[in-house]
């Protein structure tokens, strides 16, 4: 029913959290014929292994507004989400390490069995409150949770405090080394940080994940605090657009598992390894480019795959 607000309580905090461990980030050198020949380097830092379940860039975008939340004394961390987001858990799992309370606004009505993203979520104390898609779009926070102790995170942690966060992200490797830094876009937080912290010599190739979202651009440029102009988005590989897929795409990541042994998402990182890869082929990329890829995390997408699809 339009308006209706279903809210599902925390369950019972039933996992050990580690902590996110930032100190031995893998860089892992690709070696493949596609490379060698065109004399092209590429490694791919690999955030998806800094935390079994904030992994990947999330963390990175919510570090400094946990920061400004504590700052401001706020107890209760209220954010954004889809039923597969990679960003509520992350939240979820962040705020249960700083000892917050937080609530999801998820959009959409209340599934009949929660997704194990949300019951994930659940599990790491956040509330959960469905709001349909209407209301969910005009990001009002249903008056049920409305109170002054509440500290908003916008979703997908899209903001000057998310970018500055991302920034850190080029802290974990030696990052002059590279002519060609490339990631997925989403929101294009996450890019903006990486233009942010990028060196002269650097190019940020972003690979979104969005169908036709040529704003993209113009948010980025909005997020960073001067003009920059070293940065391009690809729009040729979204697969139809944000969550879609198709079987060339999951066929795509399980070769490139097979070949590197890196898993990937249909989501967000197989977009990126796809294109670049196919850029690679198309010789987007000049003999003696060094390029960074940077494997942003969040395998939580792959979890609404059928069984099998997938090899890792
Ligand atoms: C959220 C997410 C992104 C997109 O980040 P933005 O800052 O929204 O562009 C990319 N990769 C993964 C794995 C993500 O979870």
Redesign the pocket.
């Known amino acids: 029913m339009r308006g209706e607000i279903k809210v599902i309580l925390p369950l019972i905090c039933y996992f050990l959290m580690q902590p996110v461990n930032l100190h031995t980030i893998p860089i892992d050198r690709l070696s493949l014929p596609l490379l060698f020949e065109q004399h092209i380097e590429a490694a791919v830092l690999r955030l998806?292994n800094i935390h079994p379940i904030i992994?990947?860039?999330?963390w990175f975008?919510l570090r400094y507004y946990l920061e400004e939340a504590k700052k401001q004394n706020k107890k209760n961390i209220v954010t954004f989400g889809g039923a597969w987001s990679?960003?509520i858990v992350?939240t979820a799992a962040a705020c249960n390490m700083n000892n917050f309370n937080c609530t999801g606004i998820i959009r959409g009505e209340e599934p009949s069995t929660l997704s194990k993203t949300l019951l994930q979520a659940a599990g790491y104390g956040m509330k959960l409150v469905f709001t349909d898609r209407q209301q969910y779009k005009e990001k009002k926070i249903p008056a049920v949770i409305s109170n002054e102790e509440n500290f908003i995170i916008p979703a997908?942690?899209?903001g000057i405090l998310?970018t500055a966060g991302?920034a850190t992200i080029l802290d974990h490797c030696q990052k002059e080394q590279y002519t060609h830094i490339c990631?997925?876009?989403?929101?294009?937080?996450?890019?903006?940080?990486l233009i942010q912290g990028s060196v002269p010599g650097n190019l940020i190739i972003?690979i979104s994940?969005l169908k036709n979202t040529f704003d993209t651009e113009k948010n980025i440029q909005s997020l960073l605090l001067k003009e920059q102009n070293n940065f391009q988005i690809i729009h040729d590989y979204h697969f139809g657009g944000y969550a879609r897929k198709k079987y060339e795409l999951t066929a795509f990541m399980n070769t490139f598992y097979r070949q590197t042994g890196i898993p990937s998402?249909f989501?967000?990182?197989g977009k990126?390894f796809f294109g670049i890869i196919d850029m690679l082929q198309k010789k987007a990329f000049f003999p003696g480019s060094r390029l960074l890829i940077i494997h942003?995390?969040?395998?939580?997408g792959n979890r609404s795959l059928e069984n099998g699809t997938l090899i890792f």
């Open positions: 998806d992994s990947g860039n999330k975008k990679n960003h992350a997908g942690g899209y998310g991302a990631c997925a876009v989403g929101t294009g937080t996450m890019m903006s940080g972003g994940v998402d989501v967000y990182t990126l942003s995390g969040g395998l939580q």
